[in-house]
């Protein structure tokens, strides 16, 4: 699958390795290709990058893995038209750091990051999942506990959400909750306060749950 | 201990039949005594009742387990003098259904009800805990899985925490994150939006999480 991944941070970065190691082909969407390819932290590596008005012409399958207060304009430059049709993976959160730590949530409860995109890219099909974990584990569970925890898939298309889904079975993850309606990705979003108290608690972001009946 | 149950709901009537278990001396509150023990739900019920004006008098530690709505009004009948000095465990939830299912929260990220609380009765020190699950899954862990999933606890009070902790050992739970801060409750609280939700396609309310690092 071809597939373009929108955002040049940590997400992005892990991501896009993440899904060369599957198999994929894989581009990087930034503002200014040459400008990340100076980056100490772009340094070396073998991922290709493409500008956002270039990255999704090509792809099957775009990933949002921007800052969550910056992913509306950022996928308003990848451009309506190179998304129509296609699904968007938003793993991305709506996280407000202007207050300090912890973060509060710039939307929340009855609206969400996820469903602001749906609306704005009325013509593709977002689907929602990884927001839940930290970079590393989201590309390989097996890195937390016995790797068995546990992934969740919201999204308004059944076929979107298995598309998504195959990807997450080629990544390691087993145990995936799909929850039917992108309105649930209000609730994905909002495990986010819970989840940056526990890293501090727990000293690590390296954790996830695992849902037990 | 003595411990006084504010609430006669489900999760009010679970509690104090798990604390009579443990071997607590427990009351129930209620606006009403005589019209809670005609109820259906309350026949042949082997709790003591007494009303809100009375039930905390020579309690040792107070558990709020009221409709969090209608919290801040139930512990204001309870009365601050009865509640000072005392650690008050609250396992309520801010949840709003007047919009229908899923519930949203009626205080959220910027602040909490258990902050509500100890803002209202500020001689006594809250706890929250338990609001994470379900009122049967609250008083015997072992009815989820292997019972070995995660509770948490969070206060502002070293020594508040420990006494909940203490009683929380007691009902079967072994696995305890401690959260320094009571304002992180907020993360706790936060997490029902996804709770209900999971509840929705797990089919059951009976399920937790095990935190896996």
């Known amino acids: 699958m071809r597939i373009a991944v929108i955002g040049t941070g940590h997400a992005g970065r892990t991501l896009a390795q993440g899904f060369q190691r599957t ?29 956002l008005g270039m990255v999704a012409a090509d792809a099957d399958l775009v990933v949002n893995a921007t800052n969550g207060q910056a992913s509306l304009a950022a996928l308003g430059e990848v451009g309506s038209d190179h ?13 407000d750091f202007s207050q300090g730590f912890p973060p509060t949530l710039s939307v929340k409860d009855t609206d969400s990051l996820a469903e602001q995109l749906q609306r704005a890219f009325h013509q593709s099909r977002v689907v929602k999942s990884l927001n839940t974990v930290t970079a590393s584990v989201m590309v390989d569970p097996s890195t937390v506990g016995d790797g068995d925890t546990t992934m969740f898939v919201a999204g308004d298309d059944a076929e979107a959400r298995q598309q998504v889904t195959g990807l997450l079975r080629e990544l390691g993850w087993s145990d995936i909750v799909e929850l039917d ?25 390296e954790f996830n749950i695992k849902v037990v009946r």
Chains 1, 2 share one sequence.
């Not at 040459?34 to 500008?51: C, N, Q, S, Y």
Request: no cysteine.
């Open 23 to 51: 198999g994929h082909d894989v581009v990087v969407g930034t503002r200014d290709p040459d400008a990340t390819r100076g980056r100490e932290d772009w340094h070396g590596l073998d991922v290709p990058l493409a500008a």
């Open 83 to 95: 998304l129509a049709g296609k699904v968007i993976l938003d793993v991305a959160n709506p996280l």
């Open 181 to 205: 309606g992108l309105h649930n990705a209000r609730g994905l979003e909002m495990w986010l306060p819970l989840w940056v108290r526990l890293m501090g608690a727990l000293g690590t972001g």
